[in-house]
Every structure is written in structure tokens, then in C-alpha cells.
């Protein structure tokens, strides 16, 4: 070690004094399509917890956990056992329909319930961004989040399987149906749910309450469609089905994907068709948007 | 001359802008112009103040009339006035689990600068309202006045032209309202920001504004300069060993406005020939002058004097009424 001490000059000054005046800002404003983009990577980082206390982390680290899992397991499965497992896109999506309802019901409210219990609107619409602006960058924020679990999981899985079969160049261009297959359903699915949390958190200021309102009712409302449409087994009441919303799902999944749905189920039993599934979805997106519209839009 | 033209002199201007909510009138057709300076807008609890602002800064969209801030058209071009001005309002607002720095930093990205430059105009703006060392703490452990203070900062972050301040001394305790009046005052002269101040303390604005504006009832009532209002008609206070009544009886038959306030006298101002008649009553009735001096008129007598004119007056505290 070297003992020797830096030694300071006359000329060398000890330290600095900063201006620390007010500057008027010179920089670039990049108006109001940067403030868009601005709310929306905000809006995310505060769904997934980032910058919040850890708590905060902790749900959606494990959902996303355990959304990927299964596709890795799945795609495991399939290269170990090459041949037909009956294992597929339709198998991880009826997995995940249940992980992306608790995903929704816990980013939803996150979205909308804070800015409103703390009042912090007025600061947003008096920046230049319209109400309009601030809505859809939410709805955007919320399907960027919905997204990275509704088609991360089956692109990872359509990627294990091209990967895993022996001339994946050919598998891919056999098989590119099914990445618009999964675009299809996640979007079918991404819109379902995203229009119910944030339709239930335009109500609220509550994220608990929200978010329980709307795990509880999903639950509640497929279980008295279920037991309303068994008790009457009417081929009239059929419709009964679309009271249901992992019933719709499950339908519009079997139709996207073309698969069969089990007799046992109600959208299985009540054999109507797959199109009228996507129109449910449709009209529910439709009026969570009217219902959006009105609660931020048109009020003063 | 078009209104539109005639109002890129004004820092606001306004035509026959009317707001009703149903039967209630918020603003009853106002025309104003407004002037680069620092502007109060006075009057009590309902007045039309803050609908007044939110007008201007096109969150609320008006019954009839038009509205010009910075020489733009409000309602067609809300989105472009909202880059140059800024808005701290009168209740509370902020995020609670966030540090000021990254709120303040946020609110400088909405309004379009981009992130490092948000960060830096965050610190910078923090430090000048005195928010230094606190600003990587959570806004939630902050006292009422440091609230208040992180408010004006996401107001002034991105350096705008003009400021709309909705009531800024709003709870809190003398000091900290003594601070944030002295920190608006920097805001305004030295940092070059236009300040629109609403309060409905006449103290308020009688030390931070230079013009104002009284509404009552969403009436315009005054719109003028300080310096004008005051100037407007001095009183003469005159105290006598004597009786006051005569006194004021003997000047009133000279044809001079007198008034008994207490043991005060109040005389109008006209001309200096007022001084000679008083002097000359003293010299009649035999009595000593003891107190003879101008009394400028307070921003207080021109709200009483004006807004009783239309209906009696509502009383304003001339302090801060309302500490918690």
C-alpha cells in the first residue's frame, strides 16, 4: 500500500459551490402522445407492483409463476412423450382462464381505484392529455399486463413445440395457423376479463373491494348459471349458458381452437354455436366500454 | 377588432362566459381581461373561483361564452393551453405510496418532457419549494403544508407560463402559510411564472397579487388593479376632543362626506380643499384636532363597499380563518 497522502495545491480548490438558482426548462417537450405512453408505462409498473412496497410484488410474481409453469411442463411433456398426448393450447388456456380472472381482478383495480380514492384526476386532466387519453391508456396499461400472461405461456409453448420436433423450419410453416388461433383466443380472453375488473373498479375506490366483487361474482354467477340451466334442462333456457362467464370462455375457446367440449359442461351440453360465444364476449366489451365512456368521458 | 385578436393582449380574456349547473348559475356571463401579472381571484366559498379555473384550464365546458387563456381558444385548443400552464388545486390530490420525487417527476412526463429531463425538473423544482431532503420519502408521512408544497411543485414542473393556484394556503397553520405566501411570491417575480392566485382570504391576495378580480355569486363584481382600488377614494380619519356628531353634521353642511365610526371620524377624500374645511370646523367649534391622516382603503373596504352594492356583503377573513 502506498503511503503516499495526495498532496493539495494552492490552485486546486477544496470543493465546488453549485448554482442551485431556478433554470427555466430549454429541453424538448414532446407533447401529448409521450404524456400517453408516459401514463401507460406508469400504470404498468404500478399493476406490477414496481416502486410500491414489496407486498405489492408478491401477487403478481406468483401468478405469473404460475402461468408459465404449465407451459413448461407441458412442453416437457410433449418432447419427452413426441408422440399425440392430447395436450395442447385448449388444455393450458382451461388452466389459465382461472389465473387470468385473479390476474384481472388484481390489476384492474389498480388501474382505475387509486386515482379516484386519491383524487389525483384533476392533476391528470389538467396536463395536456384529454379524459378520453387518460382512459384509453389505461385500458392499454391493463391489456399490455393481460397480454404478457394471456399469450406468453401458448407462444411459449407453441415455441417448445416447433423446437422439439425433428424439422421445426417445416413444423412452423405447418403450424402458423395456430399463432393466430392463440392471438384470436387471447384476445377473446385478454378483452373479457380486462372489461369486467375495469368495469367493476369505475365503481369503486376499493381495490379489495373490486377485486373480490369480481373473483366472487365470476364464481357465483357460473354456479347459479350451472344450476339454473341443469334444473330446468330445457333446450329453450339455453342461453342460460352465456350467464356464465367460464362457460363462455370455454366456448369460445372450443371454437377457436376447434376443439370439442365435454357433455358434462354446460356450453358442452348446450351445443350452440361457437360464433354466438364470441358475440357475447363482444357485447360485454361494448357495454364495459359505454359504462368507461360514461364514468370518465362524459362527466364534468 | 375580433375578440379572438383583441384577447392576445390578455394573459385571460373572457366574453359572456356562463356556467349553470340546472338552475344554479357557477358564472354569470363574465368579461374579463386579465393582465401579465399576478392576478387574485377573491370572493367567498361558492363564489365561482375555482369553476372559474377549471374553465380556463378546459376541464369544464361552459354554458355559452368563450374563454382565451395565453391568447388561445379554450375550447379548441384545452389540450395545447395545458403544456403552458400549470394548475395546483385547492383539495387534496396526490398518491399517497409514492415519493415526491417520483410523483413530481411523473406529472413533469404527462406534461411532456421526457424522462430524464422529468427527473432532473423533478429535483430541481422539489428543492426550490423547499423539498429537498424529503423528496424520496413517501408522500403519506408529509404534514399538510408539505403537501401543499409538492402540489405547487407538480404545478410548476414543467416551467409553464402561467399557474392557476386554487386556494394554496388552504389548512394550513400561520407559519406554513406565511411560507407558502413568500414561496408564490419568488414564484412569481423571481422565477418569472404568472401567477393566478384564488383564495378567499383577503390577506392572501393583498400580499401576493398586484390585480384582482372579485366574483360573488359568479358575478364579476371588481376587476381592476390594487393600486387602483386603493386609490379609488381615500378616507380621512380625524379624531377631536369634542363632539363628533356636530363635528360631522358641520361638515356634511359643507357639503363634505362624513361619517361616525365610533369615536372615529371618516372623511371622504376629494380634494386637499377637504383638509381646509376640516381644519376650518375645528376652528368654529372651538375643539383640538388630536388624529388628522390619510386611511388608504384596504382591499377589505372595496369588497365590503362593492359586493354590498349588489346584495350585502359576505364576509371574508381578512386572515387565515380556517387553520387546522
Not at chain 1, 271 to 281: A, K, N, Q, R, T
Not at chain 2, 59 to 76: F, H, I
Request: proline fraction near 4%.
Amino acid at each position: 500500500m502506498s503511503s503516499e497522502q495526495p498532496v493539495r495545491t494552492p490552485q486546486q480548490p477544496y470543493g465546488e459551490v453549485f448554482d442551485r438558482g431556478y433554470q427555466h426548462y430549454q429541453g424538448e417537450r414532446l407533447g401529448r402522445s409521450y404524456a400517453i405512453r408516459a401514463l401507460i408505462i406508469y400504470s404498468i409498473k404500478r399493476g406490477l407492483g414496481i416502486k410500491k412496497k414489496w407486498t405489492a410484488k408478491i401477487i403478481p410474481f406468483i401468478l405469473y409463476s404460475i402461468a408459465y409453469l404449465p407451459a413448461i411442463v407441458i412442453t416437457a411433456i410433449i418432447s419427452f412423450f413426441p408422440g399425440e398426448t392430447g395436450l395442447g393450447y385448449s388444455s393450458l388456456y382451461g388452466f389459465l382462464d382461472f389465473v387470468i380472472l385473479i390476474f384481472a381482478a388484481s390489476v384492474a383495480p389498480e388501474m382505475l381505484c387509486d386515482d379516484r380514492r386519491e383524487n389525483v384526476l384533476p392533476l391528470y386532466f389538467s396536463r395536456p392529455i384529454s379524459r378520453l387519453d387518460y382512459l384509453l391508456s389505461k385500458i392499454s396499461a391493463m391489456g399490455i399486463l393481460m397480454a404478457t400472461l394471456v399469450f406468453g405461456p401458448a407462444l411459449m409453448l407453441f415455441a417448445g413445440r416447433a423446437l422439439t420436433d425433428d424439422n421445426p423450419a417445416s413444423w412452423l410453416v405447418n403450424n402458423l395457423d395456430e399463432v393466430l388461433r392463440i392471438a384470436a383466443y387471447g384476445v377473446l380472453l385478454s378483452a373479457f376479463y380486462a372489461a369486467i375488473g375495469l368495469t367493476i373498479a369505475t365503481f369503486t375506490t376499493r381495490k379489495g373491494v373490486a377485486s373480490a366483487i369480481m373473483i366472487v361474482g365470476v364464481i357465483i354467477l357460473s354456479g347459479f348459471a350451472n344450476g339454473l340451466y341443469f334444473a330446468i334442462d330445457d333446450p329453450a333456457t339455453n342461453p342460460v349458458v352465456f350467464l356464465s362467464p367460464f362457460d363462455v370462455l370455454d366456448g369460445a375457446r372450443a371454437w377457436v381452437f376447434g376443439t370439442g367440449l365435454g357433455g358434462g359442461s354446460m356450453a358442452g351440453d348446450a351445443d350452440l354455436p361457437g360464433f354466438s360465444y364470441g358475440l357475447v364476449i363482444a357485447a360485454i366489451v361494448g357495454v364495459a366500454a359505454a359504462v368507461m365512456h360514461r364514468r370518465y368521458v362524459s362527466e364534468e | 377588432m375580433t375578440a379572438a385578436t383583441s384577447s392576445d393582449q390578455w394573459m385571460v380574456s373572457t366574453r359572456a362566459l356562463h356556467k349553470a349547473y340546472g338552475p344554479i348559475i357557477a358564472l354569470d356571463t363574465l368579461d374579463l381581461n386579465l393582465p401579465r401579472s399576478a392576478v387574485g381571484l377573491l370572493g367567498a366559498n361558492g363564489a365561482g373561483k375555482s369553476t372559474l379555473i377549471k374553465g380556463l384550464l378546459g376541464l369544464l365546458r361552459p354554458t355559452s361564452g368563450k374563454a382565451w387563456v395565453l391568447g388561445t381558444d379554450v375550447q379548441a385548443n384545452a389540450v395545447s393551453i395545458r403544456e403552458r400552464v400549470g394548475y395546483m388545486p385547492e383539495s387534496d390530490t396526490l398518491p399517497m405510496d409514492v415519493t415526491a420525487a417520483d410523483f413530481v417527476g411523473h406529472m413533469a412526463e404527462m406534461s411532456g418532457l421526457p424522462a430524464r429531463g422529468a427527473r432532473q425538473r423533478a429535483n430541481d423544482v422539489l428543492y426550490q419549494v423547499g423539498l429537498d431532503e424529503e423528496r424520496y420519502r413517501l408522500i403519506r408521512g408529509f404534514s399538510t403544508g408539505m403537501k401543499q408544497r409538492v402540489k405547487l411543485a407538480q404545478a410548476i414542473v414543467h416551467d409553464p407560463e402561467l399557474v392557476f393556484l386554487d386556494e394554496p394556503t388552504n389548512g394550513m397553520d400561520p407559519q406554513g402559510r406565511d411560507d407558502m405566501l413568500n414561496l408564490i411570491n419568488r414564484i412569481h417575480n423571481n422565477l418569472g411564472i404568472t401567477v393566478i392566485l384564488s383564495s378567499h382570504i383577503l390577506g392572501d391576495v393583498e400580499r401576493v397579487c398586484d390585480y384582482v378580480v372579485m366574483l360573488d355569486s359568479g358575478r364579476l363584481v371588481v376587476s381592476d388593479s390594487i393600486e387602483t382600488l386603493r386609490q379609488g377614494s381615500t378616507d380621512i380619519l380625524v379624531r377631536i376632543d369634542g363632539n363628533e356628531t356636530t363635528f360631522v353634521e358641520r361638515l356634511t353642511a359643507r357639503q363634505i362626506k362624513a361619517e361616525l365610526s365610533g369615536h372615529d371620524i371618516l372623511v371622504a377624500y376629494e380634494s386637499d380643499e377637504v383638509y381646509d374645511a376640516i381644519r376650518d370646523t375645528a376652528v368654529d367649534m372651538g375643539v383640538a384636532l388630536r388624529t388628522l391622516k390619510a386611511r388608504e382603503r384596504s382591499l377589505e373596504d372595496v369588497y365590503i363597499q362593492t359586493v354590498s352594492g349588489i346584495g350585502g356583503p359576505v364576509p371574508l377573513p381578512v386572515e387565515a380563518a380556517n387553520v387546522e
